[in-house]
């Protein structure tokens, strides 16, 4: 892994002060990509359940990473948070499975935002579902959205796996619930899950 891949600050060009220890060269820590005032503006999110585990609280530092991230497909802020994913996942025997784009969707962002997540902090994943809708969830009350139809079809078998569901951001848990219900259906042995934000 090289060093100083990146020298400013990926949120505000700061530019990064970067202390290399030997502790960081012989673990091979990820190098960091944001500066210390930046990081201090995402909050931990205080889990409660084990089901479903989330990095930070949706606020306003991370609705402006999340925008920059995802709509103005400013890809290499998949970097971010590669350190604090990949010490959440590195160590799980789980299959992780990313919740997917819907293919037009993802024609028209360019990029699969979770599997870039999940690329960047080094954790090998699997495709096990496909979205089949690009219905809109905005606007509809949680027991609305959790009557929708399932919009998830399963394209490779999940029987006796363990998984953890990876999502970019949990609001309602509707697609986590969607998701969960059709592996447990299809066969898998658990699912949990895990989002970078709880909004």
Not at 107 to 123: G, M, N, T, Y
Not at 160 to 170: P, S
Request: charge should be positive; aromatic fraction near 10%.
């Amino acid at each position: 892994m090289r060093r100083n891949e990146v020298t400013n600050c990926l949120l505000c060009n700061t530019l990064l002060n970067h202390q290399i220890t030997w502790k960081a060269l012989l673990t091979n820590t990820f190098p960091k990509t944001i500066c210390t005032e930046c990081e201090q503006s995402f909050v931990p999110y205080e889990n409660t359940s084990k089901e479903v585990i989330s990095l930070y609280q949706y606020n306003d530092a991370m609705k402006d990473f999340l925008h920059r991230y995802k709509f103005m497909h400013d890809v290499i802020l998949a970097k971010v948070f590669r350190a604090q994913i990949h010490q959440r996942l590195s160590k799980t025997d789980a299959t992780i499975v990313p919740i997917p784009l819907h293919p037009t969707k993802l024609k028209e962002r360019s990029f699969a935002q979770v599997d870039e997540l999940l690329k960047a902090a080094h954790i090998p994943y699997e495709h096990y579902l496909e979205k089949t809708t690009t219905e809109t969830q905005v606007g509809k009350t949680r027991h609305e959205r959790l009557a929708t139809p399932q919009f998830f079809k399963l394209i490779k078998n999940c029987k006796n796996k363990e998984i953890i569901l990876v999502d970019d951001i949990y609001t309602t848990g509707v697609t986590i619930y969607h998701a969960k219900n059709l592996l447990l259906d299809s066969g898998a042995k658990s699912v949990r899950a895990f989002t970078l934000i709880r909004g």
